[in-house]
């Protein structure tokens, strides 16, 4: 399978605290890939040098094959990179349809030239990303007035509206019923491997990781103790020691 994202040496320092430390690894197109760990592991530490909101002390982050470092977020979001939030991201005050809008006028360079309310313009394409996410029967509700786990479909409709080579996911499921976990996750998995998108999303739900991840990787303090299928890191003694405890 064809690298979308290859990280290479990373690492990143606060003061005397090694947050991230020699982190290499790859996601491929149509992947998912969780990243786990304890807290205070550098999961987000390492994510937010992959969006570009932290610079890297060393190491390499390319997307498909063209080095990122020292890009902007915007520049980075400008070449594919998609990413969802624990808390989302949408405007209450706009209804379903026009926040998929905003996104697609962003997508297009031309949000400065939006003056009040969107019209009919991308809303064809807004609803046929609302169509894939589940959420086409509520596009004209405010999204204040939304259940959680709808506005997480929404938030997932905006990142879509991108065309994202690489989805990063950070906890995309806080929040969420079980039942809503699974559910969006395995959504993001089938809209993945159907539209070659990479995802690298972090995860504190244990079910939702081992059920739709097709690799795992563990940090802990910084450093990757462990990676491979989920069934190879669910048997791993130091995962289990470090993070996952005996019961799992």
Not at 29 to 49: D, Q
Not at 199 to 226: K, N, Y
Request: a neutral charge.
């Amino acid at each position: 399978m064809n690298a979308v994202l290859q990280v290479e040496g990373l690492h990143k320092a606060f003061g005397g605290v090694q947050a991230v430390a020699d982190v290499s690894f790859a996601v491929s197109a149509g992947e998912l890939l969780a990243l786990i760990g304890p807290n205070g592991a550098g999961k987000s530490t390492c994510f937010n040098m992959l969006n570009g909101q932290l610079a890297p002390d060393a190491g390499v982050v390319r997307l498909d094959g063209k080095d990122i470092v020292g890009l902007t977020p915007r520049a980075i979001w400008r070449r594919g990179v998609g990413r969802t939030f624990q808390i989302t991201a949408t405007f209450a005050s706009l209804s379903v349809r026009e926040n998929v809008q905003m996104a697609l006028y962003s997508h297009a360079g031309k949000l400065r030239s939006l003056l009040q309310r969107f019209g009919a313009s991308f809303g064809v394409e807004a609803d046929a990303l609302l169509d894939q996410v589940g959420m086409l029967d509520q596009a004209d509700r405010i999204c204040g007035v939304l259940a959680y786990g709808d506005l997480k479909r929404v938030e997932l409709a905006m990142a879509l509206a991108n065309r994202p080579r690489l989805l990063l996911m950070d906890e995309p499921t806080a929040g969420m019923a079980p039942k809503e976990r699974v559910a969006l996750m395995a959504l993001t998995a089938r809209l993945a491997r159907a539209q070659k998108i990479a995802v690298l999303f972090t995860e504190h739900d244990m079910d939702v990781v081992f059920g739709q991840a097709d690799r795992i990787i563990v940090l802990d303090r910084g450093r990757l103790i462990a990676g491979g299928i989920p069934e190879d890191v669910r048997t791993n003694p130091d995962v289990r020691a470090v993070y996952l405890g005996g019961t799992h």
